[in-house]
């Protein structure tokens, strides 16, 4: 909703300065996730109980490093960009910043109330944040002083005082420094394998959008935005799988009497369902649903739908591959799969986006997927 009103009202340009902004903050959730969240989800239900409150309070010292570590990166992000030809103010990115740090601090802080089965709690936080968030931006939109600025910083605000509600509610107790130290050597030895690969995704599903930026201009950037958008669904529902299937997994690996296989099975066909149904509906309407939701401007790019129709139907099938991996611990694939997707991607990008345009980017944007398919169900199929 709120990325709709700054396609929809700011325009392509402000929308695509957007995507390639928000997407240095979705590296340092590249880092993030594998490091910190994955490892607290499915190591988490794992805990004997005399350790869990320890165990989860090395976790809020690693996200707060994290938090220090993450200022620094995107300030080197901030000049090595200029590179790409990307016009953004200090002021701009200093918003961006501020944003992407608060909400990548929020998301851990859910992922903890999840992981301790606070699911109700969640769903009030996520709600009162979305709907605050809302209320200001249609305010400055209603007054016509809606801004990419005014956005940025507002979002920052509400989500700095949600992740500070959040704390305000935990009691965790104090961790020994031994403890910390023991714990982040296991956690890394744990989350490396993951790290490389969600590191290497990140640039392979950015790499073509910013090689897209620099041959074919930063419009561009809002093109992919928008239609990305359309799937916006798909995406939510890949973040509910992403924070039922581990735990549930885990439970069915360890439970003797259970089959994994078979969970995994029939938990896919479900989903794949519901994802065929959803990118059917989309191409087939794809004129009407991007003229209503974005204008005129955005219409001649609707054909594109069909590449991003394919593109979440293998993503989901990628999904519950690597979280069956994780669950029979079968790391060492990832570390594989990166090196051949980001290879593919390093070599391919640039020739097809030269000669094919939005069709090449977008060829790069679904072979990745199918390469990924390929490297799991290869290696699983050894198991």
Request: some cysteine; aromatic content about 18%; overall charge positive.
């Amino acid at each position: 909703m709120l990325t709709w009103l700054i396609a929809r009202h700011l325009g392509i340009e402000a929308y695509g300065l957007y995507v390639i902004l928000w997407s240095f903050v979705l590296l340092l959730g590249s880092i993030q996730t594998p490091f910190i969240i994955n490892p607290m989800l499915t190591l988490g239900s794992k805990a004997v109980n005399k350790d869990k409150e320890h165990f989860f309070s090395s976790y809020f010292y690693f996200q707060f490093a994290f938090s220090l570590f993450s200022v620094v990166a995107m300030y080197i992000i901030y000049f090595a960009a200029k590179l790409l030809n990307i016009e953004y103010s200090f002021i701009v990115f200093t918003g961006t910043v501020l944003y992407g740090i608060s909400y990548n601090y929020y998301e851990f802080c859910r992922r903890y109330l999840l992981t301790v089965s606070s699911g109700a709690k969640i769903l009030i936080s996520d709600t009162l944040t979305q709907v605050s968030l809302l209320l200001v931006v249609f305010i400055a939109w209603y007054n016509k002083i809606l801004s990419l600025e005014l956005f940025l910083y507002a979002s920052f605000f509400v989500y700095l005082v949600s992740t500070l509600l959040i704390l305000w509610e935990i009691k965790l107790p104090s961790v020994k420094r031994n403890f910390l130290v023991v714990r982040f050597k296991n956690n890394l030895k744990y989350s490396t394998p993951m790290m490389r690969l969600s590191v290497s995704q990140f640039f392979s599903g950015h790499y073509f959008i910013y090689i897209a930026v620099y041959l074919l201009g930063q419009n561009i950037a809002g093109v992919v935005g928008v239609l990305r958008n359309v799937f916006a669904p798909l995406v939510v529902g890949l973040m509910a799988l992403d924070n039922s299937m581990p735990q549930q997994s885990m439970r069915a690996h360890e439970d003797r009497g259970s089959n994994l296989s078979h969970y995994m099975r029939i938990s896919f066909l479900k989903w794949l369902l519901l994802f065929i149904a959803f990118s059917v509906a989309v191409v087939i309407f794809g004129d009407y649903i991007v003229v209503r939701l974005y204008g005129q401007e955005y219409m001649d790019y609707a054909g594109y739908l069909s590449w991003f129709a394919a593109t979440h139907i293998l993503m989901l099938g990628v999904r519950v591959l690597a979280i069956y991996a994780r669950t029979i611990n079968r790391m060492k694939v990832f570390t594989v799969q990166a090196l051949v997707t980001l290879l593919f991607t390093l070599i391919s990008t640039y020739p097809l986006i030269h000669f094919l345009g939005l069709n090449g980017a977008f060829a790069v944007m679904t072979g990745q997927q199918l390469l990924m398919i390929f490297v799991l169900l290869k290696n699983l199929n050894k198991q």
